[in-house]
């Protein structure tokens, strides 16, 4: 393989590429405009050019069902063997299990390689660009897969014509912001100001926060009144030289031959032996992480006072907290996470992602509804207790009656969740990038754009770009009469006041916000893209507009139903009442529209731990 400067690409003819920008410029540089084209980006294939051709075509519905299938079994046999073995923690097994299932979205790509990729004479036209917060990671692996091929070209370009990432916060106006916060927010953001260099002995005890969400804030707020000390922790940065790694070789052995079993499952024979070694040399960084924070914890807690302690975190089924974990346990110190979004209580696959579960890590965790402790319970990795105690006075603010919808705004809204994989995305959906977006293409073209109202079509916020183009579904609609697309970063939360009736789809965290507003929510659930669960699709049903997209008549029935004036729709979502409640009660907040979950959290945190 080679990774030279190129200026004539007439030589090429099999090319891997993701984005237009580049592909057009190497057609101006001598790139033969028959050459053939792999790619999964949806903007290359919407022209049906049959030059460009879909890479990830081998993967029907039917065995992408099957490939991700197996993703639980094959995360719980890894941790399984991992733990068995002498002297390994079990935080060094769930690292081992986290890493593994990450590494199926590698091992999906590998999978899409044939037998000719590995001998045939191929250009991959990579970029660079800005990305997101996590880097670029818009390129598919292909370079690590077919180093050996000594016919295999790479080279990168830059790409030019990239609007920058805008900021939310920048594009929501304060007061909204505020009024969504509440004073919880407020008063947590000024004490943590002025306690920064407060010594700890003036407070009754510590609470350690190394990530938030809603939740931990209002719970946070509410042990400062109490007299505690809380603190935002991160673990210390350390040289190269401070380091000694642990050797993890009889680890990675016992692991291989379950790995070896997926493989050879998938991959052509060619590319069992590159995935493996891509596998262990990336498995081995992981560790490199997990050891480096692990020292890092290390240092900072060795400072820690004396006062009684516990840790509150967002996002725990990491290496920061697994590493985090085993400082905690060496001093007696709780870790208590908390529930940022409903997904595990509604989604029919959520058990496929349970290895990266912060209930795998920590002591207990506070949940909004007694569903989702029971989907937690189940989980094979599972270690903590719950608590339940509502959701985030946040999400109970959505149900203000004093917001009136904007008359300036579109009366329904579409927020989308059609987030594409790319190389980072995870599963919880049986469709290729490329099916994803011609399922939303159709859902806009059958349905919003034939009403005879006005629609807010609000684009996912997309944190990590999946890949360099602007999506071809955007560009679809831009100039259809009654669509205003909104493609700004900022979250839907803010934006929920300013519509009528609101419209999404898939079994996400996205769903929460619009359920509490008390606005009528109509639900697409899709069956091969983060459908419900069968007891969560029931009872939905009846407190929500639910439509099924494998239903006969799907689009027309939607249709039919959203070309009814508002007050209609509402009047029927008024009927639903009873129904909503039980099912808010059931799935989203065991405290329906009380308040006070934070309160609740730190009732429970005071009684078993600080006390």
């Not at 180093?147 to 920048?170: D, E, G, L, R, V």
């Not at 008063?187 to 510590?206: A, Q, V």
């Amino acid at each position: 393989m080679t990774n030279k400067p190129l200026e004539n690409f007439s030589e090429f003819d099999n090319i891997f590429c993701d984005s237009k920008e580049v592909l057009f410029w190497a057609y101006d540089n001598g790139l033969p405009k028959d050459a053939l084209i792999k790619t999964s980006a949806p903007a290359l294939l919407w022209d049906k050019n049959p030059n460009i051709q879909n890479i990830e075509s081998r993967w029907s519905e039917k065995e992408m069902r099957k490939f991700t299938s197996e993703i639980k079994t094959f995360s719980e046999k890894i941790y399984d063997y991992a733990i068995s073995i002498k002297n390994v923690t079990r935080e060094e097994a769930l690292c081992a299990a986290q890493f593994s299932f990450q590494f199926q979205k590698t091992l999906f790509k590998a999978a899409c390689l044939k037998e000719e990729d590995f001998y045939k004479k191929s250009l991959f036209l990579k970029v660079e660009g800005v990305a997101g917060p996590s880097g670029n990671q818009m390129n598919s692996p292909w370079d690590k897969f077919l180093s050996n091929n000594p016919n295999f070209t790479t080279y990168t370009y830059s790409i030019k014509n990239q609007p920058k990432a805008k900021s939310s916060i920048k594009k929501t106006h304060i007061s909204k912001r505020i009024q969504i916060a509440g004073i919880e927010t407020v008063l947590y953001r000024i004490i943590l100001k002025l306690t920064k260099n407060i010594p700890s002995f003036f407070f009754r005890n510590e609470v350690l926060i190394p990530s938030e969400n809603e939740l931990i804030i209002e719970t946070a707020s509410s042990l400062m009144l109490r007299g505690s000390k809380v603190k935002q922790v991160s673990p210390s940065k350390l040289f190269e030289n401070q380091i000694k790694y642990k050797d993890r070789q009889n680890l990675i052995e016992e692991v291989l031959p379950i790995l070896r079993e997926r493989t050879s499952q998938w991959l052509v024979h060619q590319c069992e032996k590159a995935c493996e070694d891509l596998y262990v040399k990336e498995l081995k960084e992981h560790f490199k992480l997990f050891d480096r924070s692990l020292i890092g914890w290390r240092s900072l807690l060795s400072n820690k006072s004396n006062k009684k302690s516990v840790v509150l975190i967002n996002s725990a089924g990491n290496f920061i907290g697994q590493s985090l974990a085993v400082l905690c346990k060496e001093k007696k110190i709780p870790i208590i996470s908390a529930q940022h979004g409903v997904t595990a209580e509604i989604s029919e696959l959520h058990d496929e992602c349970g290895v990266v579960y912060n209930s795998t890590i920590v002591d207990t965790s506070l949940l909004y509804n007694h569903k989702a402790a029971e989907a937690e319970s189940k989980i094979h990795f599972t270690k903590s207790n719950s608590l339940v105690v509502g959701m985030s006075t946040r999400h109970i603010r959505m149900n203000n009656k004093n917001n009136t919808y904007s008359k300036s705004s579109p009366p329904l809204v579409y927020i989308s969740t059609n987030l594409y994989k790319g190389n980072i995305g995870g599963f919880l959906s049986f469709h290729t990038d490329y099916k994803r977006a011609r399922n939303e293409q159709k859902l806009l073209k059958e349905v919003f754009i034939k009403l005879p109202h006005r629609v807010c079509y609000k684009t996912y916020p997309e944190e990590n770009k999946r890949y360099a183009d602007t999506d071809p579904v955007i560009q679809d609609v831009r100039d259809e009469k009654n669509i205003e697309v909104f493609d700004e970063k900022i979250d839907m939360r803010y934006l929920l006041s300013d519509y009528q009736v609101i419209i999404t789809s898939s079994a996400t965290s996205t769903l929460g916000w619009p359920v509490m507003s008390g606005k009528p929510v109509i639900f697409i659930n899709q069956q091969n893209n983060g459908p419900l669960s069968s007891e969560a699709k029931s009872s939905l049903s009846k407190g929500l507009f639910v439509f099924n997209d494998e239903d006969v008549d799907f689009y027309d029935n939607l249709r039919l139903f959203l070309s009814q004036p508002i007050e209609e729709i509402e009047n029927q979502w008024r009927l639903k009442k009873t129904s909503r409640d039980k099912m808010i009660e059931e799935f989203f907040s065991s405290y329906g529209f009380e308040k006070n979950a934070g309160k609740r959290a730190a009732d429970e945190i005071m009684k078993h731990y600080l006390n």
